[in-house]
């Protein structure tokens, strides 16, 4: 004991190190010793990265994940809301896919059915950055409080910058686990994305775990394990938390890129576009509004956000958001209201616009994401590190679907880009189709699983 004050003394951080390393459960103090020294600067970045390293070779138990996160989330400020929004304030999160715009398109249509939702500013998907802000016509994203919670009263959603105050351990973590290869770490991936969910105060989160061949996770198991333990920690945080095992191995729609996506999210808003983004988000709101109790279960979520997508209250949202966040009216009317021409000269237009043709006859078997996604980044829109710029304009409009069947010469690719189209990135988007001489057969669903605390069902929708 410490003299006089009745507190355990602090275990030495070699020793912490050690003992992980070892493969022994660490307690409850030792990890709140542990992120309070991360958060403090009192540990070297040597320590930490010996530490991550630990936790992603020996893993953590349940206790010792929801010990971490909660640590972290008591790291910095936590948001507080007035007592009439109880269960109404819902987050979504996804583990990033090429072309996942559903954000912009749900969270204007959950507010439309009473919910409280924000979109974070600049969403990092694999290759391509979706800066939203930046795109919806310089839109700044506004602090977390007071301005924020101003927005929400006002409209019910709003798109929100970054802040310092929250969860600041998990910056430091962040930033460190990339270069200590610890990315894929397990309680470290539940930790950093649920410490931040429980210093919101969430009522509901639904998350979507994507896996496939431009997902973080190859394979559904592997996503599996990651959804039931985010599901299982959440749900001890007292957040109502389910999740959606999803498939990317294709975009998701028909654009990719920045000011390309922002545009598909209009349309899904208005009541039509690709219909399996409309589809990815109704099921998502669905969830969402069954855990907090508005429907009696998440079709009947489904259909009432479906309803606020085809009576044009979410696009009204959506415009609301703009004006609110400073947008002149009449601007913010065109971009919601306007023709498809007017809104794409509004949020810009690349130089160069062509069409890439079809090399031979056949029916598409899939558009693969990720070389799309490689060479999108290699013009311009996406990042190789924080901090670079970004070409909003840069994009791609897919004009094919599964199941189609191709003439040679038939064009399927629109791109969108600035200045030359190199021989490589030609071959790379030409190898992104992939035809065979029959349809295919027996198209799995894009949602396979949806994970609830109390297990895992199959969707059948």
Known sequence: KLSGTGMDAPTPLPTLIRKKRDGERLEDAEIRSFVRGVTEGTVQQGQIGAMLMAIRLRGMDAGETLALTQAMASSGRTMAWPPAWHGLVVDKHSTGGVGDKVSLALAPALAACGCKFWVPMG?????????????????????????????????????VGQSAELVPADRVLYGLRDVTATVDSLPLITASILSKKAAERLSALVLDVKFGGAALYPTQESARELAQSLVEVGTQLGIRTAALLTRMEQPLGRAVGNALEVLE????????????????????????L??????????????????????GS????????????????????????????RRRQLLGQAEVCEELPVLQEGWVQQVRALPLARVLHHLGAGRARAGDPVNLRVGAELLVGTGQHLRAGQPWLRLHHEGTLSAQ???????????APEPPRDLPPLVAETILPSGSVRDSQ
């Open 425 to 435: 990135a030609r071959r790379e988007l030409q190898d992104a189709l992939c035809l």
């Open 123 to 159: 969403v990092d998907v694999p290759g391509v950055s979706l800066g939203v802000t930046e795109v919806s016509l310089g839109v700044p994203g506004v602090s977390p409080c007071p301005q924020m919670r101003h927005i929400l009263e006002r409209v019910g959603c709003c798109i």
């Open 265 to 288: 999210a209009l349309q899904c808003l208005g009541g039509s576009g690709p219909s399996d983004l409309r589809h990815l988000v109704t099921v998502l709101g669905g969830v969402l």
């Open 314 to 341: 979410a696009l009204g949202k959506f415009e609301a958001m703009l004006g609110a966040q400073g947008v002149p009216p009449e601007t913010a009317r065109e971009l919601c209201a306007g023709t498809p021409a």
């Open 290 to 311: 069954w855990q907090c109790g508005m429907e009696q279960g998440p079709e009947q979520g489904r259909e009432r956000l479906a309803r606020a997508l085809d009576d």
